[in-house]
């Protein structure tokens, strides 16, 4: 399992930027951080958590419609980080967001995760 912890979140004005961070804790035998993909989901007040970046041990990167052009996922292998940042913000992207762990392929579905952080609130003002 891994062990994933997020920073970063907080009040933006619309327009702005912001950059979260998911620091990543690979433990017991097999569970080599380079094996993770790592996404970032999003869950708003009364909403489902829905799909918003991804990025696989080869750097291969994903990203939901409604953030594509804004939003860039990264890694960092050496540190066991990954990061998302954020750009041109939007009322829309208001949202607890939350780092989540997979071996090998990402997938574009919550229920296919089974390591989750606590996540990070991002609040964007009109």
């Known amino acids: 399992q891994v062990q994933l912890k997020e920073s970063g979140g907080g009040l933006v004005q619309a327009g702005g930027s912001l950059r979260l961070s998911c620091s990543c804790a690979?433990?017991?035998?097999?569970?080599?951080?380079?094996?993770?993909?790592v996404s970032w989901f999003r869950q708003a007040p009364g909403k489902e958590r829905e799909f918003v970046a991804a990025?696989?041990?080869?750097?291969?990167?994903a990203y939901s419609e409604s953030v594509k052009g804004r939003f860039t996922i990264s890694r960092d292998n050496a540190n066991k980080m990954v990061y998302l940042e954020m750009s041109s913000l939007r009322s829309e992207d208001t949202a607890v967001y939350f780092c989540?762990?997979?071996?090998?392929?990402?997938?574009?579905?919550?229920?296919?995760?089974?390591?989750w952080g606590q996540g990070t609130r991002v609040t964007v003002s009109s």
């Open positions: 990025i696989n041990y080869v750097q291969a990167t």
């Open positions: 989540a762990a997979r071996r090998w392929r990402f997938s574009f579905t919550a229920a296919d995760y089974d390591s």
């Open positions: 690979a433990s017991g035998q097999g569970h080599d951080f380079e094996m993770f993909a």
